[in-house]
């Protein structure tokens, strides 16, 4: 590539460059990183994942005793998972939780109106954005108080596939059967709150944070019972 116009009369103009080298009198301006964290262009590593690296994740999420999330996404960390399986959460707990409301309503009272609520999106956007952000950051900065090293973006990627097992859970919960929907999201709370908690153990085995890896594992059984009891009353 070259720099136009080209020094035709052999005057003084400096005629075709390339563009290795910079003009006489360019300076270049040291990078300023500040600008990188409101830069689009500097979270595209982040959502660089193809559909089987993502659809391997979604599945490793699954397994509560695993604990090898960490090793697994090391190498290519993602936001891709925490911003589609959070988003998604938020449409399949708001639609399915009046679904929920409109078949016991239904059964109850036949001749009753229905409507949609629509609080239950704000109420599902708050409670999932707000639990995928900022409690994997509280904890972040909790391992680093306590002299650990973990990556922030490995604890976001962590626990937005952890929220993975509520979409199809939330199906299930549409039953109008009581009994069974708290079997189902209990599962699904201890599912979630396994796998987090084997991962977060990788992290501090030789240290004295088991009270860490407890208390992660109780926020997510806590997270899952009020989504059982806000939106599948």
Request: aromatic share 18%; net charge neutral.
């Amino acid at each position: 590539m070259q720099t136009f116009p080209p020094n035709i009369n052999g005057g003084s103009g400096r005629g075709y460059q390339t563009l290795g080298s910079p003009p006489e009198g360019f300076e270049q301006q040291p990078p300023n990183n500040w600008k990188g964290v409101f830069s689009i262009s500097s979270y595209m590593q982040y959502f660089n994942v193809d559909t089987d690296i993502v659809v391997n994740r979604l599945m490793s999420s699954f397994y509560p005793i695993g604990g090898d999330f960490f090793s697994k996404i090391d190498a290519n960390p993602d936001l891709y998972g925490l911003v589609w399986v959070a988003t998604t959460l938020i449409f399949v707990l708001a639609s399915l939780g009046n679904l929920a409301t409109y078949l016991i309503q239904k059964r109850t009272d036949h001749k009753s109106s229905w409507s949609f609520d629509v609080g239950y999106v704000n109420v599902a956007v708050f409670s999932v954005y707000g639990y995928a952000i900022v409690v994997p950051l509280a904890f972040y900065f909790l391992f680093r108080y306590l002299e650990s090293n973990p990556k922030l973006i490995q604890f976001w990627c962590m626990w937005g596939y952890s929220l993975f097992i509520f979409v199809p859970s939330s199906f299930l919960l549409v039953v109008p059967v009581e009994a069974f929907r708290w079997i189902i999201i209990l599962v699904a709370g201890v599912d979630s709150g396994m796998f987090v908690a084997s991962n977060l153990k990788t992290l501090v085995e030789g240290n004295d944070l088991a009270i860490i890896v407890v208390a992660a594992f109780f926020l997510q059984l806590a997270l899952a019972i009020f989504f059982k009891v806000w939106f599948f009353q």
